[in-house]
């Protein structure tokens, strides 16, 4: 029910934008999470469909921006000044409950996940 795209090779400095197209149902809160080579998958941001709530990881604030197009049922993560450490197999993911802004980094309350789209930065 959901898929990501926009992945690809980009110099670092440079900039992505990722989507996420969610079919046939309109979830509560969505998910960008990450996971680089060798490394466990991690939290990126989250959002409310409401857009009443947004948290962003630490590592990724000011430069990664997430918004929504309400219309298309489309999710997109816009990013800027890449840096190698971004690479990374990127996920979008989807719950149909409102999570609390603490909650939102959590991957085991969102229950679909999109298939991934990597994105590599060389340097």
């Known amino acids: 029910q959901l898929q990501a795209s926009g992945g690809g090779l980009v110099q670092a400095g440079g900039s992505l934008r990722l989507s996420c197209a969610a079919s046939?149902?309109?979830?509560?809160?969505y998910g960008w999470f990450r996971q680089a080579p060798g490394k466990e998958r991690e939290f990126v941001v989250g959002?409310?469909?409401?857009?009443?709530?947004?948290r962003y990881a630490d590592s990724v604030r000011g430069r990664f921006t997430i918004s929504r197009d309400k219309a298309n049922n489309m999710l997109y993560l816009q990013i800027n000044s890449l840096k190698p450490e971004d690479t990374a197999v990127y996920y979008c993911?989807?719950?149909?409950?409102?999570?609390?802004?603490?909650?939102?980094?959590?991957?085991?309350?969102?229950?679909?996940w999109g298939q991934g789209t990597l994105v590599t930065v060389s340097s």
């Open positions: 993911a989807a719950d149909s409950r409102s999570l609390i802004f603490s909650s939102m980094a959590r991957q085991d309350l969102y229950h679909y």
């Open positions: 046939g149902r309109t979830f509560s809160t």
């Open positions: 959002l409310r469909w409401s857009g009443s709530t947004t």
